[in-house]
């Protein structure tokens, strides 16, 4: 048996025109969800801290901002699978960050950053685990207070099932999302000019 099984591969080496393929497909896959979801934010997603003078930055520390707390929320028609995205839009790279950018410093440096974190979670279904995902929904981890909401991760209510944690349906969920921004020292952010606090974030929702 091992004999013959050699002299097939061998055969199958010498002549690899008869492994090869005429044609390729393409599988297109999908769900049509028989419910709806909408997510909302409080004031309309905008924090303004007006003017800051340079003055009042510190020489080589960070100087905090005001925190600001929006209350976010997903309605959703009936019971749906679904998770949460944090997106940058001034963020170019596609891996989780843990900072979001507060804009730039002649398209270059970053003139600060802001942390994003989440309290006060409810939600319809009293049993389920608030958690996030960092490697896009592969595996699913408790949320626990104090800590942020990287860029590029996932949000959602689940379960655990076999000792591993998994998405859940809900109808119904509302947060507190707290924004803590902070600028840069005078050692980075040059004096003399205007720079625009230019901090900008999606959350998109996501079926699963």
């Given amino acids: 048996m091992n004999t013959s099984l050699a002299l097939l591969a061998g055969a199958l080496l010498a002549s690899p025109w008869v492994l090869a393929a005429s044609s390729v497909d ?9 419910s709806a979801c909408a997510p909302s934010i409080s004031s309309g997603g905008v924090v303004d801290y007006g003017k800051i003078s340079w003055h009042d930055l510190k020489p080589w520390q960070m100087t905090l901002l005001p925190k600001s707390t929006f209350r976010m929320a997903v309605s959703c028609e009936g019971s749906s699978l ?25 398209g270059s440096k970053w003139v600060g950053q802001y942390l994003l974190s989440v309290e006060n979670v409810v939600t319809d279904d009293p049993t389920a685990i608030f958690m996030y995902s960092d490697d896009w929904g592969q595996d699913w981890h408790p949320y626990l207070p104090n800590w942020g909401w990287s860029a590029r991760a996932l949000i959602a209510m689940g379960k655990s099932s076999q ?26 952010v040059p004096g003399g000019e205007t720079i625009p606090l230019d901090g900008s974030a999606t959350f998109e929702l996501r079926y699963l």
Avoid at 26 to 34: C, D, K, Y
Avoid at 164 to 185: W, Y
């Fill in 82 to 106: 679904f998770a949460l995205e944090a997106l940058d839009n001034r963020l170019p790279s596609q891996s989780p960050s843990a900072f979001f950018v507060l804009g730039y410093i002649n």
């Fill in 163 to 188: 000792g591993q944690l998994a998405p859940t349906p809900i109808k119904d969920l509302s947060m507190d999302l707290v924004v803590e921004p902070f600028l840069f020292g005078k050692d980075i």
């Fill in 26 to 34: 393409l599988a297109v896959t999908g769900a049509i969800t028989p």
